[in-house]
């Protein structure tokens, strides 16, 4: 006759795999977000961030300059279907401090995806007369866009930034 043993695994025999997956988890989602991370957007706003650093005082010294100028400006925008999809009529008005409208303005802009790269562009205002600046742009996305301009005439330069929301 055969005996017959009843071998049993001891209690909390699992307890050590328990470790085993957590540790698997956490590696898995970091893998995750490491691949992620290296294969996204690299968030740079300038090739030539040292040098910009650098050169900080310059642009104090521009500000300085621009505010002694007195100039103020009024940005709106609308849509421009006649433009494109996303086609926006941006208007940017300048008054000097006595609020006469500046005229003679020679003003470039550049509209800046935040969040991706390739979709930048430029564009120059159209002067309507009495300080009033003007550019219809068809922007290729929707969404958020950084609008960076910069006004001259002569040896005066003004300088500025607006976010808009194009739909």
């Known amino acids: 006759m055969a005996v017959m043993t009843n071998k049993q695994r ?5 307890y050590p795999w328990i470790f085993v997956g ?7 989602v970091n893998g995750t977000m490491a691949f992620f991370a290296v294969d996204s957007w690299t968030g740079l706003v300038t090739k030539h961030a040292f040098k910009e650093g ?3 005082n310059s642009v104090l010294a521009q500000v300085s300059e621009q505010q002694a100028m007195g100039w103020s400006e009024s940005f709106s925008y609308t849509p421009a279907t006649h433009v494109g999809p996303h086609g926006t009529t941006f208007t940017l008005h300048f008054t000097d401090r006595t609020g006469a409208a500046i005229d003679g303005l020679t003003i470039n ?22 300080g009033m600046y003007s550019a219809d742009v068809d922007l290729p996305l929707p969404g958020n866009w950084e609008l960076r301009y910069i006004a001259t005439r002569a040896d005066e330069l003004y300088k500025m ?3 808009v929301n194009v739909r």
């Open 109 to 130: 802009a550049q509209a800046t995806r935040p969040t991706h790269e390739g979709y930048d562009q430029t564009f120059v205002f159209t002067p309507q007369g009495n």
């Open 22 to 28: 957590a540790f698997a988890v956490v590696f898995a």
């Open 161 to 163: 930034s607006q976010r």
């Open 54 to 56: 650098s050169e900080y």
């Open 10 to 14: 001891p209690d909390g025999w699992w």
